[in-house]
């Protein structure tokens, strides 16, 4: 992807509502310019476009979900390819889930393919199957049946669900399929939390985003397939921990679970990746003690020492222990960037197995998988490449990712290596930096959010290419923004300026950049006023009239619509007493859509008198512009109307071009 | 650097030049903080790190931080005062 590709896009993302012409004067670049790449953006994703509706940049859920892919790197170049995947894991979660008697009509109605494609994507499907124990089954009477033991059927389920819930848009399929809305989905966040709050422990937010929806699947396979079933964990007794009862209160809503369901559910959220904990694990001498050994094998290992060992430490503690839960109990872990990493990362991923196996294989049930492996070594990576801290740095910023433990642990460092010139105050999760008040310059984030500190999106694995274009990304940011080229200069000349006027010296410098900005062609586009944009009213106009006579003028010139005015009329007879621009001067307005700025100064000359009864004979009709072109002349017009005398004297004047003066002379 | 923020309903108009004289009020008396405009709708939001809530509509709810009267700003009727707020606010 190109870099003008990736800085629209992303601005695409992270502010949805954009037009074409604002996104071209944020990039310095051309309208038509950006038209193009934008098509160009649009034909690469697999389903979706981007719409450019009258100028405006419309996407939709699904869109966004696609964008982010091509953004982060997973979206798969071959769209066909990846729709079968799509359709094959569909197919075998509503096999799994729903007891609706499929066949192979049902299911090509489903799907809207025909019956030949399922055919072939049942032949496939059998054949996956069988290699993990299931079998398929058809009967006229049940249809299409998965069996096998319902165990191994609910762990599957539930991968099923995580794989779908990492590709471009299956969130909004799995939404589609399986009834999924806003309200279940937030219930069953609110449950997590009570449990988070009361078990003392912290998910990360993906699992706290994913979790609802698996949880929310798994309920419908238990209701819908109610026979019954056992399981036993050989080496925990989870009837008898203190998080048991707890989780189990927070389900108690659904009669139908049976106490193996519920046990089951906590195991789902007892193996969750979680950043924070306050309750020490069950073996924890076992566990304490084999990390030990595991810290030391790495240090011989690869012949180094690590900065604040004991907090190295324990990130490894919180993550081992879900990690340890899920190795018993046999489930398996996605991990989107397994085969990234063991690429990139040969030897420290061998030396990571391998201190793993020595130090854990008494406790597990077997070895680590490679993806758990990878989880491991990306904390153990991301330490490696951590120093002491210096203060060189004059721009502050954070790492946030949905995952809070080891990718963005090996981001931050990455991140820290690449830009000396910013000081990273860590890695967090969403939820964590919400609740810290941090002030920084930049958020770094793997995935789009919306806020008014300048976010730049990046991949959770940085490889050559897209380092070079993250550097160009900030490069361009520092050099642009006058705020920041004045705290960087200020910073670079620091111990000549006395500490106390430095504050003042980049407000100083700050303003000279601002003014070079102004010169820049949108500022020059601002609205100027003529003798059109001033009507003179003689007769005599009504409250409930003068919004509308204030306006004819701009629906005349085109400008705007009836809609326009319709929307002006319901919120400025709501709230006048607030849409004011100078002591008894209206300024009736609303947000704009599409229409192109303007601006009408009425002037009655038989006073209206609003509901208070109390009378004006100034009102100014606004068509507000998207960059705020129109504020300049806002405040200006603010400041000649609170000159004394002045307003009596624009009511006074017989002509237009009086009044024009009158408003220019300052 | 202390931050103001400036509300109104839609965020395009009357806060936005409230917000830009309270920007010039500011540079005038050589004070430096960050001013910015928002609609009411994201106020709760941007909120948290701010110092100083300019009000332009009649404010649900306390914040805990000073609150001045945005009109005031407008209309010049006891704007005096709402500057004075607002210098001790940012000191």
Redesign the interface.
Known sequence: MIILDREITNLILVQKHLSVEEIANHLSTEKNKVLERIHLISERLPHESIEVVNGEVKISEKCVDELYASLVGNLSSNSNEYEVDLRKNLIELELIVHSNHHTLQTLSDLFYVSKNTVFSDMKYLKEELRNLNFHVTYSRKDGYQINGSEYLIRNHLVQLINELLKTAYGRSCLIDRFNINKSSISMFKQKLECIEDEIMIRLTDEQLGNLPFILSILLQRMQNFPKPWNFKVEKYDIRNTLEFPIIKKQFSEFSFLKDVDLLYLSLHILSSNRIESALEFADSEEINSSVNQFIALLKEKLAIDFVKETDFKSKIMLHIQPAIFRNILGFRVNNPLTERFINEHYYVFKAVAHAAKKSFGTILEHDFSDEEIVYLSMIVLGWMYQTEEDNSAYYKAVVLCFNGTSVSKLLLENLKDMFPDIEFIGAFSFRQFEQM?L?PDFIFTTVPMKS?ITTIIVPPFLEPDSRKQLRKVVSKLLSQDPKRKAKGIVYAIKDLIPEDKR??A??ALK?FFDKEEEKRPIYRERISLTEENISVIDSSVSWDNCVEAAFNPIISRGNIGSDYINKCKS?FYS?Y????????VY?P????TKESADLQITIFKQAVTNPEGDPFQLMVA?V?E?S?A???L??KL?DVF?ERGRIEAIVACKSRKDILNLLERR | ?KRVIVA???????S??VA??VK?IL?EK?I?AEV?AV?IKSLDH?I??CDVYVA??KPKKAYGIPTLNG?AF????GMDAEVEKLIAALK
Do not use: F, W, Y
């Open positions: 008040n002030e008014r504050e003042l980049e407000l303003s919120i709230n007493q607030q849409m004011l621009i100078g002591p008894k300024l307005h609303a947000t704009v606004l507000p998207k705020n129109h504020v300049p806002l405040l603010n609170l | 650097m109104c309903g839609s965020g395009v108009a009357t936005q030049t830009s004289k010039r540079s050589k430096s910015e609609d941007l948290k790190n332009i509509t009109i407008l209309t010049g009727l």
